[in-house]
């Protein structure tokens, strides 16, 4: 992986490092006249990178055979003649109608059937050879052009891979599926036993016969539509490496990202798979609507640097103020932009970037939020941007500082995730990434750090469980043997892991752990259960240490050595234990029968944390009111304090010098003031106080 500053830099400046700032930029929706005023507002606002060229296929490649590069050029020249670096899009993301009017085998196919036809974008199967040939010439055209352009500092492959088409079943996607399957098989016996096709007569004698999990009559095969999943997410990434092929044949001097989307339920793409085939990692993250809207930005940050490894990353967008794309587009209140920004600093983004620079005047995106809105520079928005601006190049010292690992973690994983919201299931409620959001949300709660890291980063090193004292696994559902041994081996030599319902329950083939529930991690735990007992909607359980369940209970037998920490008051398994928890060797393993909440979860986390001797760093007052992150160098430590809360906090207690401080300003304008002038003993409401001292 490549540091994000070098690229930043750009190949040819001696610019000393500092965070990156910037936007997409569509200047191609704008007049030229406009190009001038972007450059001295992208200069006064302190603008180093800009993403150029993500939705221009149709001004570029305007025929099959014509290409207009003459205004991408001028833009080029225009951002190196201002000291911005290009974030170069391969334009790839929407094909132009020429294309699809001359290929509409191009086109996706939904679940049941349906073309999704252009007039939006993405609109091309992940799969299509027709589609592949095409992109890949743009793709080379692109590479051939801007190879020695000195503003070209990391090329952007498509657009959030997989936003609107990961899901593609058409022809192509059943042909590329087989392909896949074989791979993965090798043989069809082995296909049918791992799909259990012995099953409501489904037995595959030739691989034709195999089909994505297509509208069917009843529930499609299980193992079949996870295998589709997994499929899916690997076809865009094969996209990605066709691309990157190309471009690393042409320039393999210039790094190549692409943006993920690590956010909210967006879950078609394995993304710890395929952080390893780019040169750093980038991200998209937009607030979700909600009272947890704040944590899950928080969640999805600390995952992206789990992602990454605990190396910093790019946040290639998320948004000034409202959106256009949920029901009701809320801007955000003063301070807000800030704390977004710097939130995802703390989790380790060496660069903040927004969608967009100018806000639109046409087109789906005219509502949603920019660097420049509507009103244009004469606004508390953009005011707002050239300040946000001040404080990323005051914060230069972070720059490449890693994740410094915290003693608790929540695992994540993306096969636990498909597996257990798959349909014919014990509840359809379920939702995997809510409970691990409701754990990380009580950590927060209890002011105890915690990283957000993947499973499929056991293998390959970015997730080391020795790092930690403390695992959380919510609804680790997808349990290979080599897993449980894993785990069990790390709890006995001390780790505490912590984890929940409907855990532990399939092999990757999605088969049942035969013996009673939870099969895999049933002799670790030391109790059985021989049958689930989901909650109805509304349902609602008593616990004897004052906390509610709903969604799910087990009916447990512990085995001998299994402590009952919570009991069920009320319901089908009133009066049997709800949470257990059992020592082994030197560390122990405990288990969480129902969904308590971020609320619930809290005191319990804390007699958890307690027990594996884990406490939180801050003081007293601030636990729950402050959310804790830690980045770190070779000698230095950065302290993000992150005020939760709409109240100014003291911060009394805590050592260190301030390197930024932000402050809401006249309930208008977030205002950040360089250290020195900061009062580092207050955290203002919605800011954030960055603490610079030595490593501890
Ligand atoms: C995504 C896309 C952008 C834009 C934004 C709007 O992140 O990549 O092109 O559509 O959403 O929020
Ligand atoms: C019907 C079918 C069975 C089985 C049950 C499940 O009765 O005939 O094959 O699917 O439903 O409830």
């Known amino acids: 992986m490549t540091d994000v500053p070098r690229l930043l830099a750009g190949p040819e400046t001696t610019r000393p490092a500092r965070l990156g700032y910037g936007a997409d930029y569509n200047p191609d929706q704008w007049p030229r006249e406009v190009w001038a005023e972007d450059a001295r507002l992208m200069q006064a606002a302190g603008v180093t990178v800009v993403s150029v060229a ?10 099959p055979d014509r290409w207009d590069f003459g205004w991408l050029d001028e833009v080029m020249d225009l951002m190196h003649a201002h000291g911005i670096s290009v974030d170069l899009a391969t334009a790839t993301a929407s094909p132009p109608p020429w294309l699809t009017t001359a290929h509409p085998e191009i086109l996706p196919v939904t679940r049941t059937g349906e073309t999704l036809w252009p007039g939006g974008r993405q609109q091309w199967r992940p799969t299509s050879p027709v589609f592949r040939e095409h992109a890949l010439a743009l793709v080379e055209k692109m590479a051939e052009r801007y190879a020695a352009h000195p503003a070209l500092a990391a090329w952007h492959v498509s657009n959030e891979l997989g936003c609107h088409n990961v899901e593609d079943y058409s022809d192509d996607a059943a042909r590329a599926f087989r392909t896949w399957l074989t791979a993965r098989y090798g043989t069809l016996d082995r296909l049918n036993e791992a799909w259990g096709t012995a099953f409501w007569s489904q037995r595959y004698t030739d691989w034709e016969q195999i089909l994505p999990p297509r509208l069917a009559a009843s529930y499609p095969n299980p193992t079949q539509q996870l295998d589709f999943k997994r499929f899916s997410s690997d076809a865009l990434v094969e996209h990605l490496r066709a691309e990157r092929d190309v ?57 992206t640097s789990g992602v990454a490894g605990g190396r910093p990353w790019f946040l290639m967008e998320h948004s000034t103020s409202a959106v256009n794309w949920q029901p009701v587009n809320v801007p955000k209140r003063p301070g807000e932009l800030a704390r977004d920004s710097l939130t995802h600093v703390a989790h380790g983004a060496d660069a903040v970037c927004f969608f967009q620079w100018r806000q639109s005047a046409a087109g789906a995106e005219k509502y949603h939020s920019a660097m420049v809105p509507h009103a244009g520079e ?34 994540f994983d993306w096969d636990s995730w498909w597996a257990s919201e798959l349909d014919s299931h014990p509840t359809e409620a379920l939702r995997y990434r809510a409970e691990a959001l409701d754990w990380y949300h009580a950590f927060l709660d209890a002011g105890v750090r915690a990283d957000v890291v993947p499973v499929a980063g056991l293998d390959d090193g970015r997730t080391d469980l020795a790092d930690y004292d403390v695992v959380v696994a919510p609804v680790l559902h997808v349990v290979p043997a080599a897993l449980a041994d894993r785990l069990t081996r790390w709890v006995e030599a001390g780790g505490h892991l912590v984890t929940t319902y409907f855990s532990g329950i399939v092999d990757a083939d999605d088969h049942v752990w035969l013996g009673g529930y939870p099969g895999a991690l049933r002799d670790l735990l030391g109790l059985r259960i021989e049958e689930l007992n989901p909650l109805r909607d509304g349902e609602r359980v008593r616990l004897d240490d004052g906390s509610t369940g709903t969604l799910w209970t087990d009916r447990i037998d512990v085995l001998p050595g299994t402590d009952v920490l919570a009991t069920y008051l009320d319901g089908q398994q009133a009066g049997r234990p709800a949470v257990t928890r059992r020592a082994v060797e030197r560390g122990s393993a405990a288990y969480v029968s129902t969904r308590l909440g971020a609320a619930g979860l809290r005191p319990l986390l804390e007699r958890l944390l307690d027990a594996a001797g884990v406490r939180s760093e801050l003081p007293e007052p601030l636990r729950g009111r ?32 301030a390197l930024v401080s932000t402050t809401p300003h006249d309930g208008e304008v977030a205002d950040a003031r360089p250290s020195g002038e900061v009062p580092a003993d207050t955290l203002a409401p919605r800011g954030v106080v960055v603490l610079r001292r030595p490593r501890a």
Do not use: C
């Open 54 to 63: 993500i939705f221009s296929w149709a001004r570029i490649q305007p025929a």
């Open 626 to 657: 402050v959310e804790l992150t830690v980045r770190r160098t070779a000698d230095e430590e950065f302290w993000f304090l992150v005020n939760r809360t709409d109240e100014a906090l003291g911060l009394a207690g805590l050592d260190g010098k």
């Open 247 to 303: 471009l690393r044949r042409i320039t393999p001097d210039v790094p190549v990202t692409t943006n993920f989307m690590v956010m909210g339920e967006t879950k078609g793409m394995d993304y710890a798979a395929w952080a390893p085939e780019i040169d750093f990692v980038s991200n998209d993250h937009y607030l979700q609507p909600g009272p947890q809207g704040r944590e899950e930005m928080s969640f999805s940050a600390n995952l």
């Open 378 to 411: 004469d606004s508390a928005l953009f005011r707002d941007v050239v300040a946000l601006g001040r404080t990323l190049a005051d914060l230069a010292p972070v720059v490449g500082a890693e994740r410094a690992p915290a003693r608790a973690a929540i695992l």
